[in-house]
């Protein structure tokens, strides 16, 4: 009530209300009885024993195309009598999440070696009339050599993954037998990927902002050329 006042009665000591109990949230303690409490660590300033910062320099960045290609006898497909006037289409479902790539900065060049799994489908006709299918589960080599002016090989390489812009394929070329005797017709399978190049440096800034190389030697170069054997995929690059 708004204006509550105490109520007096003659002759009698004043009426005393019993005060109402207080509810006590039953606390629960942990499993073992123990009452345990925690609190936020407390952020801890990190000692340094210098004013200046190593970070990475942008060296440049740049999108780029890469080139998966292979030349395929027919005799490599596990089906009997399928030739290329039987044929009625080709089909690569390349395997981009198991691709084998391995890249190397040289002096202005960034260079990329690997392999992509790929299961190619080719439907034919049999000399019955009857659409047959034959399967080959492969790996296609590609390789690309892109110019980056100012790309030292001590420096960072970054890609993004690989994405696929075109699948194309040619019927009737002439290849190599496996035997290697005489020249079969084949199928070429070109793939085009696209990816985005980021080279950076890692360099030094002090505390008035200046910035020096974290190695002024990077791109001195030795007279000969740089040699490099990258390693070989696993399962022999068929997943």
């Known amino acids: 009530m708004a204006n509550c006042r105490k109520i007096s009665v003659p002759g009698k ?25 925690f ?12 004013d200046c910062f190593v970070e990475n320099a942008l060296v440049g960045t740049k999108q780029v195309q890469k080139v998966a290609e ?21 089909e690569v479902v390349p395997n981009l999440e198991n691709i084998t790539m391995n890249a190397r900065i040289i002096k202005n060049k960034v260079v990329n070696i690997g392999l992509i799994p790929a ?3 080719v439907n034919f006709l049999d000399g019955a009339g009857v659409l047959q299918v034959g399967l080959l589960n492969t790996a296609i080599p ?4 892109t110019d980056f002016p100012g790309a030292c090989p001590e420096d960072n390489l970054t ?12 019927e009737g070329v002439p ?15 070109k793939i085009i990927l696209k990816t985005t190049i980021t080279v950076t440096r890692p360099v030094i800034r002090d505390a008035h902002g200046n910035v020096c190389d974290l190695n002024p030697d990077r791109c001195k170069q030795d007279t000969d050329a740089p040699s490099f054997t990258f390693p070989g995929p696993d399962n022999e690059g068929i997943l």
């Open 175 to 189: 290849v190599v037998d496996v035997a290697g005797i005489t020249l079969v017709e084949g199928i070429i399978v």
């Open 70 to 90: 292979s030349t395929l006898p027919l005799s490599l497909f596990a089906a009997a009598g399928v030739t290329i006037g039987s044929l009625v289409s080709v």
């Open 13 to 37: 000591l004043p009426m005393k209300f019993p005060k109402k109990k207080e509810k006590h949230e039953k606390k629960h303690d942990c499993p073992t009885g123990c009452k345990c409490h």
């Open 142 to 145: 590609f390789q690309a050599h």
């Open 159 to 170: 890609e993004t993954p690989l994405e696929v812009e075109g699948i194309f394929t040619q």
């Open 119 to 121: 299961t190619i489908t």
């Open 39 to 50: 609190k936020k660590p407390e952020f801890k300033p990190a000692k340094l024993n210098s």
